[in-house]
């Protein structure tokens, strides 16, 4: 089973994000239905362990925090933009919510997370994509803004890769103080 931890983005949030989709040649805009911000990926874990994640994050407890949304950017590999993100706007709730993700996962078994958290939203995959064209999209879009709406719970979510999109089941919720 492939999982991860996220927020399951209210509608409050997704609508905004859907109306950034534009006719931009070689981004692969992603269903609304899977717009979420991720907390940990975790990757494929058997059975037991995936039981494991459950009970350590039944365990965990959080505080409700607001969501804001700011700006877009991508994420660059081997110098290529490979994804569109919807920032998020820094947030000391967030930051301790994910740090107690990842404190939970590790006590499940689970290695430490290697890179730092940077939150964003995927909003598109990038294929060959003119330079200039991309960079017209980000900087016209620089000011967006969505929320903040408050989030009370994160989401256990699998996954299963799909020939168009990723399909993610929301597996288990658990609810923020």
């Known amino acids: 089973m492939r999982l991860f931890v996220g927020i399951d983005l ?12 534009t006719s931009l040649p070689g981004a692969r805009w992603l269903p609304e239905e899977n ?29 409700r925090f607001e969501l804001a949304l700011h700006g877009v950017g991508t994420h660059t590999r081997s110098g290529r933009e490979v994804a569109l993100y919807a920032g998020v706007e820094r947030s000391p709730a967030l930051e301790h919510l994910q740090a107690k993700v990842e404190t939970a996962l590790q006590r499940a078994g689970l290695p430490p997370e290697r890179r730092r958290f940077l939150p964003h939203v995927t909003v598109a995959r990038l294929d060959s994509l003119a330079d200039l064209r991309l960079a017209a999209y980000v900087q016209a879009h620089n000011l967006f803004r969505a929320g903040p709406v408050m989030i009370d719970h994160l989401t256990l979510f699998s996954s299963q890769l799909g020939k168009e999109a990723a399909v993610y089941t929301a597996e288990e919720a658990y609810a923020l103080a």
Request: charged share 25%.
């Open 10 to 21: 209210p509608h409050e949030l997704r609508a905004p994000l859907a109306a950034l989709r």
């Open 35 to 63: 717009l979420h911000l991720t907390l940990r990926f975790i990757g494929e874990v058997p059975p037991n362990q995936a039981e494991d994640v459950d009970l350590a994050l039944q365990a965990l407890r959080g505080k």
